[in-house]
C-alpha cells in the first residue's frame, strides 16, 4: 500500500507542476500570438486537464484506502490513473515528443509491479490514449500538422516494441528474486542443520553456548543469570530407541 501511496502522491506533485508550467509557457505563447483568448486557454489547457487529473487521482487514493478492494485490484488501478494522467498531458500538451512519453511512461511503470497481466493493461491503456490524442489534437493543438496523425500511426508498433522489452525486464526481474528466494531457504537450512539437532530437531550444544555467551556478554552489570542443569537419569535407553 505504501508504494501506491507513494505513486499517488507523485501524481499530485506533477500534476502541479504541469499546471506551473503551463502558465509559465502561456506569457511566451501569448507575445508569440500563439495565444489569442487568455480565458479559453487556462481554461482548455490548465483548468480542465486539471481538474480531470485531480479528480481522478483523489479517486485513486480513496479506493486505494479501501480495505475490501484486493491488492491486484488496487494495483490496477494505480496504473489506469497514470494512464488517463498520462493520456490528459498529451491532449493539452497537444506534440508529438509529448505524446511518445505519456504512452510509455504507463508501461515502464508496470514492470514495478513485476507481472505481465499489468504490462497488457498499461499497453492498452496506451493504445486508448493515443487513439484519444490523435482525436482530440486537432481540437487543441494551436498549429495542427495532419503529418502528426501518421506519426501516432507510427507509434503502434514503438508500444508494442516497449511492450517486449519490458516484458524481459520483468522476467528478468522475477528470475533474480526467485534466485534470492532460494538463497535464502539455502541460508535458513544451514543454520537449521548447524544449530538444530537433526534427530530431534531441538537446540544443539552450538546453540545452547551461543544462547549463553548472548545472556553473559549482553547484559548490565545490574542483571543476573541462572543456569539449571537438568540430568535424566537412563535416557540413553529411550534415546537409543
Request: proline share 3%; aromatic share 10%; with cysteine.
Amino acid at each position: 500500500m505504501e508504494y501506491r501511496n507513494r505513486l499517488i502522491h507523485i501524481a499530485y506533485i506533477l500534476i502541479g507542476l504541469i499546471a506551473i508550467a503551463q502558465l509559465i509557457m502561456m506569457y511566451p505563447l501569448q507575445l508569440g500570438g500563439s495565444i489569442s483568448n487568455v480565458k479559453e486557454h487556462v481554461f482548455q489547457h490548465i483548468m480542465v486537464p486539471g481538474f480531470v487529473s485531480l479528480t481522478m487521482s483523489t479517486v485513486a487514493f480513496f479506493l486505494n484506502r479501501t480495505k475490501k478492494i484486493k491488492p491486484h485490484i488496487k494495483n490496477a488501478i494505480v496504473l489506469v490513473n497514470a494512464s488517463i494522467l498520462c493520456c490528459v498531458v498529451g491532449v493539452s500538451e497537444c506534440s508529438f515528443p509529448s505524446t511518445i512519453a505519456v504512452v510509455l511512461i504507463p508501461i515502464f511503470l508496470a514492470t514495478a509491479f513485476g507481472q505481465v497481466i499489468y504490462l497488457d493493461l498499461t499497453v492498452s491503456m496506451s493504445l486508448i490514449s493515443l487513439l484519444v490524442i490523435a482525436f482530440v489534437t486537432p481540437h487543441y493543438s494551436f498549429s495542427f500538422n495532419e503529418n502528426l496523425l501518421y506519426c501516432y500511426i507510427e507509434m503502434i508498433p514503438v508500444i508494442l516494441i516497449t511492450r517486449i522489452i519490458c516484458t524481459v525486464l520483468v522476467d528478468v526481474s522475477k528470475s533474480n528474486q526467485n534466485k534470492l528466494q532460494n538463497h535464502e531457504n539455502q541460508k535458513a537450512t544451514m543454520e537449521s542443520q548447524l544449530l538444530c539437532d537433526a534427530m530431534t530437531g531441538l537446540y544443539n550444544h552450538a546453540s545452547f553456548y551461543g544462547f549463553l555467551e548472548k545472556l553473559t556478554t549482553g547484559g548490565s552489570d545490574t542483571e543476573y543469570v541462572s543456569l539449571a542443569v537438568i540430568d535424566i537419569d537412563n535416557f540413553k535407553s529411550v534415546n537409543d530407541t
